[in-house]
């Protein structure tokens, strides 16, 4: 199958196919999805390597899992017109015209059906689908927008709902028409949001936007609701029956729209051993950051509780910062000093630049400049690029709602900040078995305004190339780079580029240890977090923040030695602090390094149990030595989870002898490191 056919098919599907993609409703999309990107890599793989009969029963799961999905009839058909017999490939096809593809000229041209060419009933299919081009498939859920007065409840169903395959989310379609055609003089009594006395000034001189075209979208059954009648034109988003019933209408965003979105949360996972917030929810799954940032840069704003996960008790429990949202101190309803504080600042804008940020994307980014450069412990604009506004964790103490709107109501669309994108050139690799242990590597996620690793190599200094750029024409900027949270003494950023686009940075090994405050004084909860921001700075303000974040384990006490090379690490967790279980696991064991004359690392004894192992340079583990005591022979091993059977308490990580052996030569008696040659 081509890979320009396959591409097409797979990834250039967009809307087409979402309102009829199973036999089901769109609103189980999110339990079929996460299979059907799982088939759709194997199909590419099987595709690369030419295994025509894995490509066909790929596509024949594919078909099982969504049955009125053309796509994958149609890739059942390119697999299955390999074979001798035609027939059921001219049937796949067949249905996957029935079901919607019907591109006359892709099917003709594409060299994959060139095998079915020859065959009458081949035309007379080419035929059909031009005849069906255009028309609506039998069967189909007809998707198009719903309209809804502003102000009104803008409801989610099936009519108005599809399934986005390409962003892996759900997307609504609203047209949104105001009620009447009023000046927004008219409505400047109706405003009893913050700030009402100034906000209601702008509405009386027809210089605020209001909230005539902004949807709140509250996704925890209506416990921590935002006030929206306060906002006039602020449009709530509610959920039908059915999308309720498949609880898509709960905990973190699933939907894109058209219009800037103000949404909320304030739910959090409470028990078990995985429980966390949902920031925190989000920045330890290896799919959620993309989508945070995805709605980050659809004008979707959204706010949610850090619920004992940056409290002095539990300490600072988040590995990455990111601009995608704001994470609230507090629990239940700590949220809804910010929602409000965030619509007032939506409402302030003036008509022309609320237009320019909506068309550019660049609500939330936005916003989140004004938030931040506002915070009361901000005291001048210098403050900006510190940690000062940029907190993980934000306190309603230093909200200033009254400095917010003022700035958002001065800015004028020449003025509005740009976007700090960054990208990873070059990056640290630690190699599994040797340099750590757990499941999980180091790359904790890239995403372009956020860039997150959980240090586990053994390095005491982790370095990395990052690039920055503004979308656009940006080469009169100059790119900040500082340290926002962690020891600046033990981070280097070095530019490698004249305005800054690109550095190198390098940290050294902080593990857990207690960050400064805005005055310099230690704060009250620990962190395992070092966080450094790139901000750029066009006309009047600064860009919002773009964030490399390293996270050390709360598990592990490294020592070093005066040479920078590991000494020990020490994985029992003697100060019995939490560390979360979905980025690393109880190991309750130390390892000791041993190195020869020349400073190369040998291997290691690990210390487990009143039991002393040994491992080799290469992570094997020692089973017999020479009269030197040096390695002659070991076997490969395996890290894999254990269930300690335990309710409550998770995996440990167990180390499992595997059956190849190795056998270690040496080139002389001075020789302490060897090599490896495995035994047949």
């Not at 384990?553 to 560390?579: C, F, M, T, W």
Request: with cysteine; aromatic share 10%.
């Amino acid at each position: 199958m081509s890979m320009k056919r396959m591409l097409c098919c797979l990834l250039g599907v967009g809307l087409a196919l979402c309102a009829g993609a199973s036999t089901n409703t769109v609103f189980e999309m999110p339990l079929i999805f996460p299979k059907h990107r799982l088939l759709q890599q194997q199909l590419i793989q099987s595709m690369r390597a030419g295994k025509i009969s894995e490509m066909e029963a790929v596509c024949r799961e594919g078909v099982a899992l969504m049955p009125r999905d053309f796509t994958w009839q149609y890739n059942l058909a390119c697999a299955l017109a390999y074979r001798a017999d035609k027939k059921e490939a001219l049937d796949a096809l067949d249905r996957a015209i029935d079901l919607g593809f019907r591109d006359p000229k892709a099917i003709r041209d594409d060299n994959d059906l060139k095998q079915l060419a020859s065959q009458p009933r081949f035309k007379a299919l080419v035929e059909k689908a031009a005849r069906l081009e255009g028309k609506p498939v039998e069967g189909g859920v007809s998707v198009r927008p719903q309209s809804v007065m502003m102000g009104l409840s803008a409801e989610i169903n099936e009519t108005d709902t599809l399934w986005d395959f390409e962003n892996g989310c759900f997307r609504t379609l609203l047209t949104l028409l105001r009620p009447e055609l009023k000046r927004m003089s008219a409505y400047a009594d109706a405003y009893i949001g913050p700030e009402a006395t100034q906000i209601r000034a702008w509405f009386r001189d027809e210089t605020a936007s209001g909230n005539f075209g902004d949807l709140y979208v509250n996704r925890d059954g209506g416990h921590s609701p935002l006030a929206f009648t306060n906002f006039p034109g602020l449009t709530p988003v509610v959920y039908c029956a059915e999308a309720q019933k498949h609880r898509t209408h709960l905990s973190l965003p699933n939907t894109l729209f058209d219009q800037p979105v103000i949404g909320n949360s304030s739910m959090s996972m409470v028990s078990g051993p995985f429980w966390r917030s949902l920031p925190r929810a989000i920045v330890t799954d290896p799919f959620q950051p993309i989508a945070a940032f995805q709605f980050y840069l659809n004008n979707q704003c959204w706010f949610y509780p850090e619920h004992k996960d940056y409290d002095p008790d539990t300490g600072d429990l988040f590995p990455a910062n990111t601009p995608y949202y704001v994470i609230s101190q507090g629990s239940s309803f700590s949220d809804q000093p910010f929602m409000e504080a965030f619509a007032a600042s939506l409402a302030a804008f003036r008509p022309a630049t609320k237009q320019a940020l909506v068309s550019r994307k660049l609500v939330a980014p936005t916003l989140q400049v004004i938030f931040r450069a506002t915070q009361k412990r901000v005291k001048g604009p210098e403050d900006y690029l510190t940690g000062a506004a940029h907190p993980a964790v934000f306190d309603k103490g230093d909200l200033d709602v009254g400095a917010m709107v003022r700035m958002a109501h001065a800015m004028t669309p020449e003025e509005i900040p740009p976007l700090v994108l960054l990208r990873t050139l070059e990056d640290a690799k630690a190699e599994v078995g040797v340099d750590f242990f757990d499941v999980r590597p180091e790359g904790l996620f890239d995403t372009p305004c956020c860039i997150a690793r959980v240090v586990r190599g053994l390095a005491r200094e982790r370095r990395m190339k990052i690039e920055a750029s503004v979308p656009g024409n940006a080469r009169d900027l100059t790119f900040r780079w500082v340290v926002l949270q962690g020891d600046p003494a033990k981070i280097a950023i070095k530019p490698l580029t004249p305005n800054g686009s690109q550095v190198e940075i390098s940290a050294a090994y902080h593990g857990v240890y207690r960050p400064q405050d805005a005055a310099g004084l230690p704060e009250a909860r620990m962190s395992g977090r070092v966080d450094i921001g790139c901000f750029v700075k066009a006309g009047a303000y600064y860009s919002a923040p773009a964030f490399v974040s390293y996270y050390y384990l709360p598990n592990e006490e490294r020592v070093y030695r005066s040479d920078g090379k590991i000494l020990s690490v020490d994985y029992s967790n003697q100060q019995h602090r939490y560390a979360d279980p979905v980025l690393t696991l109880s190991k309750p064991w130390k390892d000791l390094y041993e190195y020869d004359a020349a400073g190369r690392c040998a291997g290691w004894f690990r210390k487990r149990e009143g039991q002393v192992e040994r491992f080799t340079y290469l992570g094997h583990k020692v089973i017999a030595t020479d009269p030197q005591n040096r390695p002659v022979k070991a076997c490969a091993v395996q890290y894999i989870p254990k269930q300690t059977g335990l309710e409550g308490v998770p995996p440990v990580l167990s180390c499992v002898e595997l059956p190849q052996r190795f056998t270690y030569r040496y080139a002389n008696d001075a020789d302490k490191i060897g090599t490896a040659e495995p035994e047949k």
